[in-house]
T-cell receptor, first 114, second 113 residues
């Protein structure tokens, strides 16, 4: 069974600075997708960024980028120029290309200090 | 274009009762997944419906059942409620054959007393 682990329950960053959230996963499959979701207090789960395992190039979306290390099964999220609106729970998630279910990590609460 | 909608927003039940939660997927999406998110934890997969049938199921007891209608909307039913069923229930909408992105609704907060 696949597992996703987020080892940082809470992180804090100063506004305008950079923060990195960690995620590791365990799978025996070679073809899969990884995601970072943001869940603000409004509870709506919002997709931040995605990475296809077959792509070597790390995904980027504006201020958000990932460091995908397939051999190490690591998938970290870097948020640059942090903004107050980035404060939320962040979840790392995995899905096999042959499967239908997302497997989530336990989440990291990100606080942004003004 | 309406996104994923869920109803009700929140509800309170007592132990032993039954509850039905509803989900309407994003326009054009044909697949619905349900997740349970306990307080302070990541979501856990309950099951997925496609073509009105349960396609995959997570590690949840038979008290959890579902249904998908011809218009792709879905219901989650939970019988004989336990205190431990208190959680946020999330519905996710997917386009089969698409790019694997799951669009989430705002969730239903269920409290069991």
């Amino acid at each position: 069974a696949q597992t996703v682990t987020q080892s940082q329950p809470e992180m804090s960053v100063q506004e305008a600075e950079t923060v990195t959230l960690s995620c590791t996963y365990d799978t025996s499959e070679s073809d899969y997708y990884l995601f970072w979701y943001k869940q603000p207090p409004s509870r709506q789960m919002i997709l931040v960024i995605r990475q296809e395992a077959y792509k070597q190039q790390n995904a980027t979306e504006n201020r958000f980028s990932v460091n995908f290390q397939k051999a190490a099964k690591s998938f970290s999220l870097k948020i640059s120029d942090s903004q107050l609106g980035d404060a939320a729970m962040y979840f790392c998630a995995y899905i096999s290309s042959a499967g239908n279910m997302l497997t989530f990590g336990g989440g990291t609460r990100l606080m942004v200090k003004p | 274009d309406a996104g994923v909608t869920q109803s009700p927003t929140h509800l309170i039940k007592t132990r032993g009762q039954q509850v039905t939660l509803r989900c309407s997927p994003k326009s054009g999406h044909d697949t619905v997944s349900w997740y349970q998110q306990a307080l302070g934890q990541g979501p856990q997969f309950i099951f997925q419906y496609y073509e009105e049938e349960e396609r995959q199921r997570g590690n949840f007891p038979d008290r959890f059942s579902g249904h998908q209608f011809p218009n792709y909307s879905s219901e989650l039913n939970v019988n004989a409620l336990l205190l431990g069923d208190s959680a946020l229930y999330l519905c996710a909408s997917i386009l089969t054959g698409g790019d694997w992105e799951q669009f989430f609704g705002p969730g239903t907060r269920l409290t069991v007393l």
